[in-house]
């Protein structure tokens, strides 16, 4: 059996690594920053990526459209024969109207930088003997889409032990010098998305309104019902929508109406039936104003599984190297909750990890002033500083016997709640 080595020496590996390739990581990730992608269009950033690890010359087997989907990708690096196979999630998808305000350029160079410090680390201190697997992953489509999904009815998380990402957001106000936290508790909710839509029948808004349905009425009366349930849900529970098309014009009565609302809960099981009362509302609007309703869902995001031993190693991991992390950020000052992610639906289906770090900006998550923040030499030095932190992790995932039997039963336990 070969022998552990420390988590010293694993760390010194790590950021030699990652000193040797910063240049080139900073340089990606301004590309994705300064070019940004939409859901399922990023072919810039995917191919800056492969075209990055294609020079490197170094036996990484590069694929484009990985698994069917058309802007992913999935960079592989084996060694030996079998072994476990660990995976990191890059996200590059931006927002409408505000380019990286949720800063999936930071998640990406991260992941590239701990695949490529994992890769280099265990082939400097295991070169022979050991069977292993290293992959990158980009995962499209975050923000509307759910990239993840795809992949993973694809099967591209199937035989992975272990998968890892990290995400940005604003310094705590409470805990300015803290640089990480390996999650969040309640950070991360279950959320179904659905466009409703609303038809009745045009008429002349003035000289004969008594001849239309009113859809834009089904609207209101949804908006309604939806804004007097929020008084019988838990404070841990979300509802939110838009108006996507709301009448054509004044002196028409609406034929046909439409909005999105996400619905969002701590867990699947109780979106459910948050989900079925909010379907409730519809429908009451549709019989009171005489419309039809249809409903056209989106992808539905799980809630994010936490794994205790690999959080555990992560906080350790971080604090060796000098960079405050934190185990859990539930209840600091200034931090964010409610949001969703599809990374949770991964959680389900292998081991887990979505940590946090936090970098400095003038607006939260999906503002243009975040996006500025995504975009500083401090956001990028501190995407590297957790890259770090899960290749350590990693490594002791593929080498570390008894720290992988512990992440595979804490992940089966956390299944069975």
Known sequence: MLPVQGQAEIIHNVCGALDKY???LNEINQKIWSNPELAFKEYNARDNICEFFESLDAGYQVNRKAYGVETALEVIYTRGEGGRIVAFNAEYDALPGMGHACGHNLIATSSIAAFLATCEAMAALYSDGLGYSVRLLGTPAEEGGGGKLLLIDAGAYKDVDACFMVHPFPVLSGAPDLISSSSCTGMYLANDKVQVTFTGKPAHASAAPWEGVNA???VVSA?????MLRQ????TQKIHGVISRGGERPNVIPASTTVEYYMRSETV??????????LKCFEAAAIATG???EYEWEAAYK???INTPICDSYVSAMNAMGHNTIFDAVGQVGGLSGGSTDMGNVSYEVPGFHGGFYIHADGVNHTPQFTAGAGSEDGFKRS???AAGMAVVACRALVDESFATAIKSDFEKGLEL
């Not at 099981?269 to 909010?278: A, G, N, Q």
């Open 22 to 24: 910063e240049s080139k």
């Open 216 to 218: 834009l009425d089904a």
């Open 223 to 227: 908006y309604v019902n939806i804004s």
């Open 232 to 235: 019988q849900i838990l404070p």
């Open 269 to 278: 099981k109780t979106l459910k039936p948050l989900t079925e009362k909010v």
């Open 291 to 293: 419309c039809t309703v």
């Open 303 to 305: 809630d994010m599984k």
């Open 384 to 386: 590297l500083h957790c």
